[in-house]
């Protein structure tokens, strides 16, 4: 008998056709993730799982899961599994890197684009009719190159945006990283390390989150640390929410303590901070950066063939647990 596995969010229908050539599969067709109950109910039978961030796995749940060996988050982060409590039940968990960090770093970068030059600002303020003429000083935005470009989290995702910003356009780079980048790539770069975030906060007039998301990390940056922030300064978030008070946020948007941000992740998403929405000096996208057909349909792909790996091998291609 084939091993059965639960794809609990909704996928690709070819990659759901090439699971079901190793599995028995019980997919979900419907429109919605399967969270809560709805997932935990599932679980008994099964010893792998499809999941995306929309799942939670901690210690409660697996409880639920007695036969579970093995779950492929389709995300490179996986803040939404609890990995001490999998490797103590014994469970090997798998990430999806590498297929989506230039997708994701083009919309870093489209984000920072978009913040700095008002442009979802301008797009509302014409489709609103407001348009009677040109003005010297109309949408007045913060220039991209040749300005300084902070990055707090240098992974692949981090370095994709600074290569961009400073191969691309002239940006000088500060970055602040737990370990800090070998000397090749910080040649290349022209990369500045800063030993504290509060440094790059200052000396930044972009500054890029895209850290991977840590208990530690939650409101890392607060109304404290936007303070430190030059006020012609813009903020983007693509790594995680929860990094960024986003309450805090909106009240320095408000209060021109900085000059704007770009958001593609919320605390609570996709409930988010309805402050925000009074702000007009912010973009805000629905967790979207790896959002292209080719990069989604590789994560799927990536995520399922850990699945396929791991029954097959007893290896996954890209764990992120460590094997005891
Ligand atoms: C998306 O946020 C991901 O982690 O892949
Ligand atoms: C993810 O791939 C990262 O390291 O930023």
């Given at each position: 008998?084939?091993?059965?596995?639960?794809?609990?969010?909704?996928t690709?229908?070819e990659?759901?056709d090439?699971?079901r050539?190793?599995f028995d599969?019980e997919?979900?067709?419907s429109d919605?993730?399967w969270?809560?109950?709805?997932?935990?109910?599932?679980?008994?039978?099964k010893?792998?799982a499809?999941?995306?961030?929309?799942?939670?796995?901690?210690?409660?749940?697996?409880a639920?899961?007695p036969?579970?060996?093995?779950?492929?988050n389709m995300?490179?982060?996986?803040n939404?599994?609890?990995?001490?409590?999998?490797?103590?039940?014994?469970?090997?968990?798998s990430?999806?890197?590498?297929v989506?960090?230039?997708?994701t770093?083009?919309?870093?970068?489209?984000?920072?684009?978009?913040?700095?030059?008002?442009v979802?600002?301008?797009e509302?303020?014409?489709?609103?009719?407001?348009w009677g003429?040109w003005?010297?000083?109309l949408?007045?935005?913060?220039e991209v190159?040749?300005s300084?470009?902070g990055i707090?989290?240098m992974?692949?995702?981090?370095?994709?945006?600074?290569?961009r910003?400073?191969?691309?356009?002239?940006?000088s780079?500060?970055?602040?990283?737990?370990?800090?980048?070998?000397?090749?790539?910080e040649?290349?770069?022209?990369?500045?390390?800063?030993?504290?975030?509060?440094?790059?906060?200052?000396?930044?007039?972009?500054v890029?989150?895209?850290?991977?998301?840590t208990?530690?990390?939650y409101?890392?940056?607060?109304?404290?640390e936007?303070?430190?922030?030059k006020?012609t300064?813009?903020?983007?978030?693509?790594?995680?929410?929860?990094?960024?008070?986003?309450?805090?946020?909106?009240q320095a948007?408000?209060?021109g303590?900085?000059?704007?941000?770009?958001?593609?992740?919320?605390?609570?998403?996709p409930?988010?901070?309805?402050?925000?929405?009074?702000?007009?000096?912010?973009?805000?996208?629905?967790h979207?950066?790896?959002?292209?057909?080719?990069?989604?349909?590789?994560m799927?792909?990536?995520?399922?063939?850990n699945?396929i790996?791991?029954?097959?091998?007893?290896?996954?291609?890209?764990?992120?647990?460590?094997?005891?």
């Open positions: 008998e084939r091993p059965h596995i639960l794809v609990a969010s909704p690709f229908p990659v759901l090439k699971l050539q190793h599969v997919p979900n067709l919605d993730a969270t809560g109950e709805a997932f935990t109910s599932r679980l008994p039978g010893v792998g499809f999941l995306t961030g929309a799942q939670t796995v901690n210690a409660e749940v697996l639920h899961a036969d579970l060996k093995m779950v492929a995300a490179v982060g996986y939404n599994l609890e990995i001490p409590a999998l490797e103590q039940a014994g469970v090997v968990a990430n999806t890197p590498d989506l960090t230039e997708t770093a083009d919309f870093g970068f489209a984000l920072l684009m978009a913040t700095a030059r008002r979802t600002e301008a509302h303020y014409l489709r609103a009719g407001h003429k003005s010297y000083d949408l007045l935005g913060s190159h040749g300084t470009l707090i989290g992974g692949r995702i981090g370095q994709g945006i600074a290569r910003g400073v191969h691309g356009f002239g940006m780079l500060i970055y602040h990283n737990r370990s800090q980048l070998d000397a090749a790539t040649s290349e770069l022209k990369a500045h390390y800063a030993p504290t975030k509060e440094e790059v906060l200052r000396q930044a007039d972009h890029v989150l895209v850290l991977p998301y208990p530690a990390a409101h890392l940056i607060g109304a404290a936007i303070a430190l922030m006020p300064a813009t903020l983007i978030n693509i790594a995680r929410g929860g990094i960024v008070d986003d309450k805090a946020l909106a948007l408000q209060a303590t900085i000059a704007a941000a770009g958001l593609d992740v919320f605390e609570g998403e409930a988010f901070a309805k402050e925000l929405l009074e702000c007009n000096n912010v973009v805000l996208t629905p979207i950066a790896s959002a292209t057909r080719t990069t989604r349909l590789k799927a792909h990536l995520a399922a063939d699945l790996a791991f029954f097959t091998t007893g290896q996954a291609l890209t764990p992120v647990t460590t094997a005891r």
